[in-house]
């Protein structure tokens, strides 16, 4: 089983990578740190013990960073939902599932003690991870990779050019983007992509228990109305770790832009190597929406 650790700021599409990936059988999910990113730390830290105690999972939390290292924070409860996943009548949750440390020392804990190299999964601001680059650099030598969703070679979605996880914060993606560690990057190119449709909305609800709780979230995601397709931008990062050849990767080098007035939190993705840098980030630029779906689908019927 390939040991990992997930930060996330649940969210309704982090909620549905979780599932997917708590429940997959070649994945030991060794520890789950929360970020302040769709909605704040409190909210998305509540929301991941909900979460584990739907599913029945015993997994440690750790709360981690409640702003972002430079820049104000910003919030997507618009899309999200008010709780940041509204939508499902939850059961309390069991409170003694989070650790009393931050989630930087929970995730050098775990890695330095892991005997196989950690993959990290990060599918909200980059802010955790920053923090532990800088505090702990020897954790290093024990990560495998990054797999994480963020930014786009292309256009945004919460500004004209910027994706909201590299947004949401800056600095911390630039501290991660320059690590020197393998990244790929599951950006816009394949979460815009990556959509479920009301109809697959409906086969969610008598799917299982876990497909019923989606089928909530997501009439509650973006208000609800998604014809057009639901973005599963963080199942991305899932599906890269699992099933890599459902995407096309072009390896290149990545900057983030922190000066632009109009541009602040694009990743400037060098794909013509104008900046003669050597390549630092595997970015997916295409993805078989098909066969990702059909993925989805099979992933979820594994769920509780
Ligand atoms: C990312 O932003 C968040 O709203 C989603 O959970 C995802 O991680 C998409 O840009
Ligand atoms: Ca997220």
Redesign the pocket.
Same mark, same amino acid.
């Given at each position: 089983k390939k040991p990992i650790i997930i930060d996330t =700021?649940p969210?309704i =599409? =982090?909620a549905v990578a979780l599932a997917i990936a708590l429940f997959n059988e070649e994945l030991d999910v060794r520890l789950i740190t929360t970020v302040n990113g @769709?909605v704040s730390l409190e909210k998305v830290t509540y929301n991941t013990l909900r979460l584990l105690k739907f599913f029945n999972k015993e997994i440690p939390v750790a709360k981690g960073a409640s702003t972002p290292l430079i820049v104000d924070p910003v919030d997507?409860s618009d899309?999200?939902g008010e709780t940041g996943m509204d939508g499902y009548n939850f059961e309390e949750p069991d409170e003694s599932l989070l650790l009393d440390e931050h989630a930087v020392n929970a995730m050098h804990k775990e890695i330095m003690s892991s005997e196989e190299k950690i993959t990290l999964l990060p599918?909200?601001p980059l802010t955790n991870i920053a923090l532990l680059f800088k505090l702990y650099p020897e954790v290093k030598e024990n990560i495998a990779e990054i797999i994480l969703?963020g930014g786009s070679t292309g256009r945004g @979605?919460v500004s004209v050019m910027a994706?909201? @996880?590299i947004y949401a914060d800056p600095e911390a993606a630039k501290i991660v983007f320059s690590s020197g560690l393998p990244i790929v990057m599951a950006g816009?190119d394949v979460?815009m992509k990556a959509l479920v449709y009301p109809e697959d909305s409906e086969v969610l609800r008598e799917m299982n228990d876990t497909g019923n709780m989606i089928y909530h979230l997501f009439k509650k995601y973006r208000g609800g109305s998604f014809n057009s397709g639901l973005k599963m931008? =963080?199942s991305c990062a899932v599906a890269y770790l699992l099933k890599p050849d459902l995407f096309t990767t072009v390896d290149t080098y990545v900057d983030i832009e922190l000066n632009g007035d109009l541009t602040k939190g694009v990743t400037i993705v060098d794909l013509k190597g104008y900046m003669k840098q050597e390549s630092n980030v595997k970015v997916c630029v295409d993805i078989n929406a098909t066969e990702f779906k059909k993925w989805l689908m099979e992933n979820l019927r594994k769920c509780k």
């Open positions: =700021d969210g =599409d =982090d @769709n997507a899309i999200h599918i909200g969703m @979605n994706e909201f @996880n816009l979460g931008y =963080d």
